[in-house]
C-alpha cells in the first residue's frame, strides 16, 4: 500500500508543475497590466510606475519571474499581494476554512440527495418515478451554479424570509451556499448510484434474499446498498476537489469569505500573486484528495485491496 501511495503522489508532481507554468503564462498573456490597474484614478508619473513595476519584479525576463515564482512556492512563499502588501501565503490561510467548510457540506449535500434518490430510482426501475428522477438528476448537472443560487436567495431569504442571503454568520448562512453547490454534484451521484444499485440487484445473493421473504426495502436499504455505495466513495471524493474549485463561483454570489472570493477580487486586480497562490492551493488540495480516495478505495473494496498487494 506505501508503494501505492508513493506512485500516486510522483504522478501529481508533474501534474503540479504543469499547473505552475500554465497558470504563470496565462496570467502574463492577459491584456492589462498590474500596475495600470492598481493606479487606475490615481495621479501617476512614468517614475513611479516603473518604480512599482521594479518593486513587484514585473521588469525581469518572464523566465526569471516564473523561477522566482516556482522556488518561492516550494518553500509555501507565494510573495506579497500587489494591493495589500501582505504575504499572501498568510490570506490564504484567514481565508481557507471557510472554503473547505463550504465543499465538505456541499459534497454531504451530493451524497444524501444522490444515494437517496439514486437507490429510489433504481427500486422503481422504468416506472414514472425512475422517469422523474432522472430528469431531475439531468436539470441538476444542466443548470449554472450561480442561477441556482440566486434562485434560492429569491426563494428562501427574500420571499420565505428563513435563511440570510449573504455573509458567514454561522450554520444557517452555510445552508443555501452548500446547497447550491451541492445539488449539481448530485446529479452524477444519483446516476452512479442508481446504476450500481441496479448491478447489485442482478446478483445471486439478492435472489436468495428475496427467496427468504425479505421485503424489497430490507434488501435494498441493508444487503445491495453497502455493496452499491463503494464506487460512490470514489465520485464523492473527487468530486470534493471539484467542489473546491466551484466554491469560486458560489462564494461570489453569497458573498461569502473564502479562497473562492479572494480568487475573483484577486483576478479582478490582476493581483497576480493572489491569483497563483490560491490556484496553486487549490490543485495541491485536489491532487491530495485523488491520492486518499485512491488509498481508501483499496481499503474498502477488498477485491482491490488483494489486486494491489499482488
Given at each position: 500500500m506505501g508503494f501505492v501511495i508513493l506512485k500516486r503522489i510522483?504522478?501529481?508532481?508533474?501534474?503540479?508543475?504543469?499547473?505552475?507554468?500554465?497558470?504563470?503564462?496565462?496570467?502574463?498573456?492577459?491584456?492589462?497590466?498590474?500596475?495600470?490597474?492598481?493606479?487606475?484614478?490615481?495621479?501617476?508619473?512614468?517614475?513611479?510606475?516603473?518604480?512599482?513595476?521594479?518593486?513587484?519584479g514585473l521588469d525581469r525576463p518572464v523566465l526569471a519571474q516564473y523561477w522566482d515564482f516556482f522556488t518561492r512556492a516550494l518553500r509555501l512563499d507565494f510573495g506579497e499581494s500587489y494591493a495589500t502588501r501582505r504575504p499572501v501565503s498568510t490570506m490564504i490561510g484567514e481565508q481557507v476554512l471557510p472554503t473547505l467548510q463550504l465543499a465538505v457540506a456541499a459534497a454531504a449535500v451530493s451524497a444524501l440527495v444522490g444515494i437517496v434518490l439514486g437507490s429510489i430510482s433504481a427500486m422503481y426501475r422504468?416506472?414514472?418515478?425512475?422517469?422523474?428522477?432522472?430528469?431531475?438528476?439531468?436539470?441538476?448537472?444542466?443548470?449554472?451554479?450561480?442561477?441556482?443560487?440566486?434562485?434560492?436567495?429569491?426563494?428562501?431569504?427574500?420571499?420565505?424570509?428563513?435563511?440570510?442571503?449573504?455573509?458567514?454568520?454561522?450554520?444557517?448562512?452555510?445552508?443555501?451556499?452548500?446547497?447550491?453547490?451541492?445539488?449539481?454534484?448530485?446529479?452524477?451521484?444519483?446516476?452512479?448510484?442508481?446504476?450500481?444499485?441496479?448491478?447489485?440487484?442482478?446478483?445471486?445473493?439478492?435472489?436468495?434474499?428475496?427467496?427468504?421473504?425479505?421485503?424489497?426495502?430490507?434488501?435494498?436499504?441493508?444487503?445491495?446498498?453497502?455493496?452499491?455505495?463503494?464506487?460512490?466513495?470514489?465520485?464523492?471524493?473527487?468530486?470534493?476537489?471539484?467542489?473546491?474549485?466551484?466554491?469560486?463561483?458560489?462564494?461570489?454570489?453569497?458573498?461569502?469569505r473564502g479562497i473562492g472570493q479572494m480568487l475573483v477580487q484577486a483576478i479582478a486586480g490582476q493581483d497576480f500573486p493572489v491569483v497563483q497562490g490560491v490556484v496553486l492551493v487549490i490543485a495541491v488540495i485536489y491532487i491530495a484528495i485523488n491520492i486518499v480516495v485512491d488509498v481508501s478505495y483499496a481499503y474498502i473494496d477488498p477485491r482491490v485491496r488483494d489486486a494491489v498487494q499482488a
Open positions: 510522483l504522478i501529481g508532481i508533474p501534474t503540479l508543475i504543469g499547473v505552475t507554468i500554465i497558470l504563470f503564462l496565462t496570467l502574463r498573456v492577459l491584456p492589462g497590466d498590474p500596475v495600470s490597474v492598481m493606479l487606475a484614478g490615481a495621479p501617476s508619473t512614468p517614475e513611479v510606475v516603473a518604480q512599482l513595476r521594479l518593486d513587484f422504468n416506472r414514472w418515478v425512475d422517469s422523474l428522477i432522472r430528469v431531475v438528476s439531468l436539470i441538476n448537472l444542466s443548470m449554472p451554479s450561480f442561477w441556482v443560487g440566486l434562485m434560492l436567495i429569491i426563494l428562501f431569504s427574500f420571499t420565505l424570509r428563513l435563511l440570510p442571503a449573504t455573509g458567514n454568520a454561522g450554520l444557517a448562512s452555510l445552508v443555501l451556499p452548500a446547497v447550491t453547490l451541492g445539488l449539481s454534484a448530485a446529479g452524477t451521484v444519483t446516476r452512479l448510484v442508481r446504476n450500481s444499485v441496479l448491478e447489485v440487484l442482478g446478483e445471486n445473493f439478492v435472489t436468495a434474499l428475496y427467496a427468504k421473504g425479505l421485503p424489497r426495502r430490507t434488501v435494498v436499504a441493508k444487503h445491495v446498498l453497502r455493496n452499491a455505495i463503494i464506487p460512490t466513495v470514489t465520485i464523492v471524493g473527487l468530486q470534493l476537489g471539484a467542489l473546491i474549485a466551484g466554491a469560486v463561483i458560489v462564494e461570489a454570489v453569497f458573498a461569502r
